[in-house]
C-alpha cells in the first residue's frame, strides 16, 4: 500500500560506478521529483516531471539522469558516481501544488 | 529567490510543553506551504498542508498557521510527548517545486 516507493533504501559504491534508483508511485500523480538531502540535512530539489516530460532541471550535473518510462515511475541514473554524490536521494510526488507533496522513504547513497 | 528559514535550529524540552516552530519565507508568492516530520533516517511524513487562502490548519494536537504578507508560518505542538522527538521542516511550494526550510531539531525528554 506504499504510496512512493523507492529502491534500493540502501546503496554502498566505489567512485567511477554508474547506479540506478527506482521510484513508483501508485497515487495516480502527474508528477514527480527527485530530492537530494546533503550532509547537512538541507533538502533541494533535482528534477521533476510532468505526464514523463522534464518540467525542472536544477543545474544537476550531467552524470545524473532521470528516466519517466511512464508517469507512475521516475528513475534516476548516476554515471561516474563521486565521492560529494553521498546523500540521501528522495523521490516525492504530487497531483497539483495545492494538494502538497508525498514522498518516499529515501535511498541513502554512500560512495566510497 | 526563496529563501526558507527555520527558528530555532534546535529545542530540546521537557515532556508536557507547548511548543511553536516558526518558519519564515521571502518571497510572499506562495501557492501553499506545508510542514513535515523527519525521523532519524527515515523519509518524510506530511504533517499539516496550509494553503495560500488559509490562515491555519489543525491535526490533533498539531496547528499551523500561515501569514503570507509577513511572510511566517507557525507550527503549534500541544503538550508535547517524547514520540515528537524529531526534525519538523517547513516548505512554501512555488509554482512547480518545494523549496524547504532548514529544519528544527526537537527533542523531548521524559
Known amino acids: 500500500d506504499t504510496a512512493v516507493s523507492q529502491t534500493p533504501k540502501y546503496l554502498v559504491t566505489q567512485m567511477g560506478n554508474d547506479k540506478s534508483i527506482k521510484c513508483e508511485q501508485n497515487l495516480g500523480h502527474d508528477t514527480m521529483y527527485w530530492y537530494k538531502q546533503d550532509s547537512k540535512k538541507f533538502l533541494k530539489i533535482m528534477f521533476s516531471?510532468?505526464?514523463?516530460?522534464?518540467?525542472i532541471n536544477e543545474t544537476v550535473p550531467n552524470r545524473f539522469s532521470p528516466k519517466s518510462p511512464d508517469k507512475a515511475h521516475l528513475n534516476l541514473h548516476i554515471n561516474s558516481l563521486e565521492l560529494g554524490d553521498s546523500a540521501v536521494y528522495f523521490c516525492?510526488?504530487?497531483?497539483?501544488?495545492?494538494?502538497?507533496?508525498?514522498f518516499g522513504s529515501g535511498t541513502r547513497l554512500t560512495v566510497v | 529567490k526563496q529563501e526558507v528559514t527555520q527558528i530555532p535550529a534546535a529545542l530540546s524540552v521537557p515532556e508536557g510543553e507547548n511548543l511553536v516552530l516558526n518558519c519564515s519565507f521571502t518571497?510572499?508568492?506562495?501557492?501553499?506551504l506545508q510542514w513535515f516530520r523527519q525521523d532519524p533516517g527515515k523519509g518524510l511524513t506530511s504533517l499539516l498542508l496550509i494553503q495560500s487562502s488559509q490562515r491555519e490548519q489543525t491535526s490533533g494536537r498539531l496547528n499551523a498557521s500561515l501569514d503570507k504578507s509577513s511572510g511566517r508560518s507557525t507550527l503549534y505542538i500541544a503538550a508535547s510527548q517524547p514520540g515528537d522527538s524529531a526534525t519538523y521542516l517547513c516548505a512554501v511550494i512555488n509554482t512547480d517545486k518545494l523549496i524547504f526550510g532548514t529544519g528544527t531539531r526537537l527533542q523531548v525528554f521524559p
Open positions: 518571497d510572499s508568492a506562495i501557492y501553499n
Open positions: 516525492a510526488s504530487s497531483q497539483a501544488e495545492y494538494y502538497g507533496y508525498t
Open positions: 516531471y510532468n505526464n514523463k516530460e522534464l518540467i
